[in-house]
């Protein structure tokens, strides 16, 4: 039988073909370059360093009154100024596809009150567009809300009808809508933590309604809108940001007690008690807990046992039954109950607010 390698010719009977000489070159050693500058480095980590050292990214940014913007879904429903307008890392600026210089931006920004407007800054390295609704009211939309809710919502009982006619009359005399919105969301934030006044809300819909409040009001400078946004920051325990906004009063102690105890101070209470200094209904721990703060030492002591009472409740939130904790711990410290202090303390040992304070009354009561 013949075999299938009979059909195949060798060729040049089945001797070596030639192949051509190749030249040979000494091995060149491997070198990584710079895109931006040229230099050679001698390996990849070491041009990655380079690249993040010398040629940082640069991300245009667009910042007015010293918040950055989002890139979706802004709302500017207050006035700002041109100075209040800050590009940064912008090599070139366009609005609404019109390229402008820096300046003409800020100008054209501080001027802009209504509609959806696109801002489009680039550098060498990236471009971001901004896609901003601007919905600027008047002074008087803005008194329009305020006397809607001193008249339907001040000192009178905080129930869901209520608030939807305070919203339609606010709404019939064309009042500021993001301002009525913010007010309105908080108010029912507040009826959904306590599970009160009617509400259809489950307890959990509280934060989502506090934070819409918040982002609603972001760039409104009004005596209210900044009390909400204190009120809300302080609900989340963002103390600094909530004692930058508090306006006074109840609000203002308590941010200031908390924020110290935070940073690892001990806080000495008021000589006297401090007047509540707002009208704008709280929810029932927010309110106990500001109320405390603001009481002399002797009435903190007497009134320690109902607030802790409270922190055991099943609707109390983490975030106020850690406040509760640290001003417990507070009270009984410069009551002179130190014992009591440290087993406060000892529940907040790994707090990543008050852990700094807690660690210290435990160290002191130790080394009495």
């Known amino acids: 039988m013949a075999k299938i390698t009979d059909a195949v010719d060798p060729g040049n009977a089945g001797g070596s073909v030639l192949i051509p000489e190749i030249p040979t070159e000494p091995n060149q050693p491997v070198t990584f370059r710079c895109d931006k500058c040229g230099e050679v480095f001698a390996d ?88 901003i609704e601007f919905d600027i009211p008047t002074e008087a939309q803005l008194a329009t809300v305020e006397r809607a809710f001193n008249t339907l919502i001040v000192n009178q009982p905080l129930e869901s009808d209520r608030i939807a006619q305070f919203i339609t009359v606010a709404k019939q005399e064309d009042g500021a809508r993001y301002y009525l919105e913010g007010v309105s969301d908080f108010l029912y934030g507040v009826l959904a933590k306590d599970q009160r006044g009617g509400t259809s809300l489950s307890h959990d819909d ?116 850690v406040k509760i904790q640290a001003l417990a711990m507070n009270s009984c410290w410069e009551a002179g109950d130190h014992e009591q202090a440290s087993s406060w303390a000892r529940k907040l040992r790994y707090s990543p607010l008050f852990e700094a304070l807690a660690t210290r009354i435990i160290e002191e009561v130790e080394n009495e």
Request: hydrophobic content about 35%.
């Open 206 to 321: 509280y934060s989502a309604k506090y934070h819409t409040a918040r982002e609603a009001l972001r760039f409104l400078n009004r005596p209210l809108a900044n009390l909400i946004k204190a009120l809300v920051n302080f609900n989340d325990n963002a103390f600094c940001e909530a004692e930058a906004q508090a306006p006074g009063g109840q609000v203002a102690i308590a941010c200031q007690i908390l924020n110290g105890l935070r940073a690892g101070k001990r806080c000495l209470a008021p000589d006297a008690k401090i007047a509540s200094g707002h009208n704008l209904p709280v929810d029932t721990l927010t309110a106990e807990i500001m109320r405390f703060c603001s009481l002399p030492l002797t009435e903190q002591r007497e009134q320690l046992p109902q607030l802790v009472h409270l922190a055991s409740k099943r609707l109390t939130t983490d975030h106020d039954r």
């Open 44 to 131: 990849r980590e070491a041009r990655r360093q380079h690249v993040f050292d010398q040629h940082p990214f640069k991300r245009p940014q667009l910042l007015v009154g010293s918040r950055t913007v989002k890139d979706r879904g802004e709302v500017v429903a207050s006035r700002f100024p041109q100075e209040d307008w800050v590009t940064q890392q912008a090599e070139r600026i366009m609005i609404d596809l019109q390229e402008v210089t820096t300046r003409q931006a800020c100008k054209r920004l501080s001027e802009i009150t209504s509609g959806f407007h696109e801002v489009t800054l680039a550098s060498a390295d990236y471009s971001v567009t901004y896609h």
